[in-house]
């Protein structure tokens, strides 16, 4: 059974770090791509960070480009969401997905609970 | 990397079928051809039922279709049930390894 649990969020000041996390089981890990959704409580789904199976390649939404920097280890099968210079507007659940290929889709195939990041003073 | 454009709201009787509409741009579902449907229970994780505008990932109900024209997109969900209350987002990949999703489209069953 394939699962991704995501870990690491919490209550955090505007402008702190974060660093969250994602274990993958069930599914060869190394042979697809993976991605943070985030989602505001109440509001829609945004596609934040993606990254290729062997890490070749990553994407962002340009609202967090030079903040945030997504990671993978194929040996540990977990990926990783670094998040730098925390902005109130990032507060939102984020969802650790799997892709149905090993290149960056938009066929989030499987997905996490999510892990709530809220950044308030 | 603006949102794709989706209704807020379409509703339907059981029995029913629906119509969700995705619009994107040039640089998005006109392009790429590559978008995607997901269904969105309050409380749970979104979960994907078509792929590749009209590819249906093992288990999903074949209720459930896709296609595109040109920029926009649609999910036709046909005898409606009760269960197929959500909400529903549509997706594309974009230029530069990036992804979109649409603004969502909430079902009710009437």
């Known amino acids: 059974e394939v699962q991704l649990v995501e870990s690491g969020g919490g209550l955090i000041e505007p402008g702190r770090s974060l660093r969250l996390s994602c274990a993958a089981s069930?599914?060869?890990?190394?042979?697809?791509?993976m991605h943070w959704v985030r989602q505001v409580p109440g509001k829609g789904l945004q596609w934040v960070s993606g990254?290729?199976?062997?890490?070749?390649?990553?994407g962002y939404v340009d609202s967090v480009k030079g903040r945030f920097t997504i990671s993978r280890d194929n040996a540990k099968n977990s990926l990783y969401l670094q998040m730098n210079s925390l902005r109130v507007e990032d507060t939102a659940l984020y969802f650790c997905?799997?892709?149905?290929?090993?290149?960056?889709?938009?066929?989030?195939?499987?997905w996490g609970q999510g892990t709530m990041v809220t950044v308030s003073s | 990397q603006s949102a794709l454009t989706q209704p807020a709201s379409v509703s339907g009787s059981p029995g029913q079928s629906i119509t969700i509409s995705c619009t994107g741009t040039?640089?998005?579902?006109?392009?790429?051809?590559?978008v995607s449907w997901y269904q969105h229970h309050p409380g749970k994780a979104p979960k994907l039922i078509i792929y590749?505008?009209?590819h249906r990932p093992s288990g999903v109900s074949n209720r459930f279709s896709g296609s595109a024209s040109g920029n926009t997109a649609s999910l036709t969900i046909s005898g409606l049930q009760a269960d197929d209350e959500a909400s529903y987002y549509c997706?594309?990949?974009?230029?530069?390894?990036?992804?979109?999703f649409g603004t969502g489209t909430k079902v009710t069953v009437l």
């Open positions: 997905a799997k892709d149905l290929h090993h290149y960056v889709s938009d066929a989030f195939h499987m």
């Open positions: 069930g599914f060869p890990f190394d042979e697809y791509a």
């Open positions: 990254i290729y199976s062997n890490s070749d390649k990553v």
């Open positions: 040039s640089s998005d579902i006109a392009v790429y051809k590559f």
């Open positions: 590749d505008v009209v």
């Open positions: 997706s594309s990949y974009t230029s530069f390894i990036t992804a979109v």
